[in-house]
């Protein structure tokens, strides 16, 4: 075992020399009748040739090859402590995470100590056993030899603390399952890093408090801020609790032992609690149990603590079963939710699919009766979380108070009252204020309509019925998102039909296509295909139906209602349909003005839609499909007005005819 440290792969030499993998293979070959050969393997491990890092190490140096010319001061980081033995390989690894631990806690030299000074120094560090010294412990003997390696890693990354992030990201190799498990990705890293140091600024002295032990959020605070603080943890029961210590300790960081009630953490006053759930020390965690985190969360949050709280979207942001839906509302009603975020998926590596939810709790209760006690609502899903967005983001969360959200622009978030959603029955961030549109006064509107009545309703074959238009209720229609009317069945979302670009032409006949140029472009636009070639080459096509109501969201938002039906959508545009079980005040054409005259970016979920009132719905309908059809009435004569223009040019002009005035009769008399 003592050889392992001086031992490395070829994907190690070339990390090391900071080339290609290929290239180094290349070296062997090219190389091996020179004066210099490349060095050779030494042995073959676990199906790898390994190779002694001295003999690699000297000859870079001789030859001049490789881009690293620190190859020496780096070739520890090089170390193939994979091509252990599984037993063997967990032994090395967390002892050196211990080793590294007790370094920086010490600040000392490790190499030429004892193998007994290396336990009683263990000892002094760690005298209740919580995370290091049975791990340097179990060295044994060779606990002398890795601690010259732990001195030579944190040599070679600066700091033990950086030496302990390089071992933990080769979790792969080193069979370290629990941190592969639930690893964050960097962006995640850098997004809750900086929530997570917005919440505790540097310059308060307030504990951060992490309830299950975990070590996820405090080391991203710690690489945004570029310093440790002090964390808050409850006595490990399980090896990956233990791993998280060690890890915080070679960091630097100043461990505080939690105060527990009933196996319930304690977070002391003014402390900032840090939660990820499911965790390396809290796996398998079940929905329930993310919400079942969230309210012990809110229960133990003294009142001038904050929280922020991690896991799957699923629990935090969706739909969920009544009883975690009503548990999810208590901690709604604590008033003290700030933001509820759904995150997109990838940030959690090992789970590619799953979309991350977070929660922000702030200090005070505050009514949340009253319609100025909101929560900021955003679903970044759809959005890529670069640096921007992730500034953006936390400005909003931040910005959640009466008096900076008045003079905030809000990129992502939006506040919603928090009755509103404390009453929602499913995802969270569908949720829209039951609210009523604002309208201008009464008389106003009524005596502008006339007008437009009067006007549009000029000429023989554009008669208009003179509906009558008096003031309607007091409050207008109700606002529903998109997204709820979907999820309540009211509207039917259909997807578009992969088409091929070819396919489509400009041609009249066949089978109408709508597009996002056909619904974008300033004048109406006709594509089609051909109906036989549809058949053939697309079987499983979808037709529209007479109603349905064709939207894109790209290049910008555009929605029309396909009177005629029997037509086909091609994607990215889709189509919905109004349902039996739709409410009567829900029409096709307030759906397609609503996305029309929606914001135009975000989730089109989110966008609100005018439920009329059932008294004037059928009125409403007969009023606007009487409106549509005159329309395409005028339309029509239109195009043939601009068709007999063309051709009464042409023909005149090229004198193929002659145009004489009209014959005028003169009745005779008698």
């Known amino acids: 075992m003592s050889s392992t440290a001086q031992l490395a792969t070829l994907s190690d030499i070339a990390e090391l020399a900071r080339v290609r993998r290929p290239v180094v293979s290349t070296w062997r070959t090219r190389f091996a009748t020179s004066d210099t050969p490349f060095p050779a393997a030494l042995d073959r491990r676990s199906g790898r040739e390994v190779f002694s890092l001295d003999e690699v190490v000297a000859w870079l140096e001789g030859t001049g090859h490789g881009n690293n010319p620190t190859a020496r001061q780096d070739a520890a980081l090089a170390a193939a402590l994979d091509v252990l033995d599984p037993p063997q390989r967990a032994v090395v690894t967390h002892g050196l995470v211990a080793l590294l631990a007790l370094k920086a806690q010490l600040g000392i030299t490790l190499d030429g100590l ?50 302990a992030t390089t071992i933990l990201s080769r979790h ?36 951060l408090v992490a309830p299950h032990g975990e070590a996820d959020l405090l080391l991203a605070l710690a690489a945004h801020r570029g310093e440790p ?25 100043e461990i505080v032992e939690a105060e527990t009630d009933d196996g319930a953490v304690l977070p002391p006053r003014g402390a900032a609690v840090l939660v990820v759930v499911p965790s390396a020390t809290r796996p398998q965690a079940t929905d329930a149990d993310v919400v079942a985190a969230l309210l012990q969360t809110e229960a133990d949050l003294p ?89 953006d983001l936390v400005t909003d969360l931040l910005s959640t108070a009466s008096k900076a959200a008045r003079s905030h622009a809000f990129r992502f978030a939006r506040l ?42 000029t000429g023989g074959d554009a008669t208009l019925t003179a509906w009558q238009v008096v003031p309607g209720e007091v409050g207008g229609p109700v606002l529903v998102t998109l997204g709820r009317l979907v999820e309540l069945g009211h509207l039917r979302l259909l997807p578009g039909n992969r088409l091929a670009e070819d396919d489509v032409t400009d041609a009249p006949g066949g089978v109408t296509v709508h597009t996002p140029w056909t619904l974008t472009a300033p004048l109406p ?42 037509a ?103």
């Open 114 to 163: 004892a193998a007994a000074d290396l336990i009683d120094l263990a000892d002094d560090v760690d005298p209740d056993d919580l995370c290091l010294y049975r791990e340097i412990a179990a060295l044994g003997a060779d606990a002398v030899l890795w601690a010259g390696h732990a001195d030579a890693l944190a040599s070679a990354a600066f700091t033990p603390a950086q030496a």
């Open 172 to 207: 792969r190799r080193l069979g370290l399952t629990a941190v592969t498990d639930h690893a964050l990705a960097p962006t995640a890293t850098a997004l809750l890093g900086q929530l997570a140091a917005e919440l505790v600024p540097a310059d308060t002295a307030a504990p």
């Open 229 to 253: 603080g002090t964390a808050v943890l409850p006595t490990p029961a399980a090896p990956e609790a233990r791993l998280a210590r060690r890890v915080l300790l070679a960091g630097g960081w």
């Open 303 to 391: 009142p001038d603590g904050r929280a922020l709280v991690v896991g799957p979207a699923s629990a935090l942001c969706g739909g969920l079963p009544a009883q975690l839906q009503a548990d999810r509302a208590t901690v709604l009603r604590s008033g003290r939710v700030r933001g509820i975020v759904r995150l997109p998926a990838g940030l959690w590596p090992s789970r590619v699919r799953q979309k991350m939810g977070l929660w922000l709790l702030g200090p005070g209760a505050g009514d949340v009766r009253s319609p100025d006690h909101r929560v900021a609502l955003a679903d970044l899903s759809a959005t890529t979380l670069d640096a921007a967005a992730a500034t």
């Open 416 to 457: 919603v009252p928090t009755t509103t959603v404390v009453a929602a029955s499913a995802d969270l961030l569908t949720v829209r204020p039951q609210s009523r549109r604002h309208r201008t006064d009464a008389g106003q509107t009524a005596a502008a309509l006339h007008d437009l009545l009067a006007r549009a309703g």
């Open 525 to 566: 636009g006709h594509r089609s295909i051909d109906r036989l070639g549809l058949a053939a080459a697309y079987p499983a096509s979808r037709f529209t139906q007479p109603g349905d109501v064709v939207f894109c969201t790209a290049p910008r938002a555009a929605a029309l209602v396909d009177r005629d039906g029997f």
């Open 568 to 670: 086909v959508v091609a994607t990215p545009a889709r189509a919905l349909r109004v349902t039996q079980s739709a409410p009567p005040g829900l029409i096709p054409e307030v759906v397609a003005h609503a996305v029309r005259t929606s914001p135009g970016h975000g989730d089109w979920r989110a966008w609100p839609v005018p439920i009329l009132p059932t008294a004037v719905a059928a009125t409403a309908r007969d009023a606007l499909a009487e409106v549509d059809f005159t329309r395409h009435v005028l339309t029509a004569r239109l195009a043939a007005l601009d068709a007999l223009t063309a051709g009464l040019v042409e023909a005149t002009s090229s004198g193929a005819v002659s145009l004489l005035p009209p014959i005028r009769t003169t009745p005779m008399e008698g």
